[in-house]
């Protein structure tokens, strides 16, 4: 899955589509992969940003307030769909999707 070129809205489209059984049953979880931000987040660095937590439906993005006028990007694993928006719209590339176990 390319998340730098958009979302994934779990719709099975791309399931229907597939003449290979390469897809679960779409009751089950389609992937087990959660947001990871990395060290080249602009808010890490100083620089407002919070475009991440703005496209995040599933609100799993959130900023802690940090000394200084920084806020550190935390993702909650249990609110993560896993969707790839946050890369999508990440100005700098600072987030990918990581499988979890």
Same mark, same amino acid.
């Given at each position: $899955?390319?998340?730098? *070129? ?14 290979? %059984?390469?897809? +679960? @049953?779409?009751? %089950? ?13 602009? %808010?890490? +660095? ?12 599933? *609100? +799993?993005? *959130? ?23 946050? &890369?999508? &719209?990440?100005? @700098?590339?600072?987030?990918? $999707?990581?499988?979890?176990?």
């Amino acid at each position: $899955m390319d998340f730098s *070129r958009g979302a994934c809205d779990f719709c099975g489209a791309c399931a229907e589509a597939c003449p290979e %059984s390469l897809f +679960a @049953v779409r009751e %089950s979880t389609p992937w087990n992969i959660k947001a990871r931000v990395n060290a080249d987040c602009l %808010s890490i +660095a100083g620089v407002t940003c919070r475009v991440c937590a703005e496209w995040c439906d599933a *609100r +799993a993005v *959130r900023f802690r307030l940090e000394v200084g006028g920084r806020a550190r990007p935390e993702i909650n694993d249990g609110a993560c769909t896993g969707c790839g928006e946050c &890369v999508a &719209v990440c100005p @700098v590339k600072a987030i990918t $999707m990581e499988e979890c176990e």
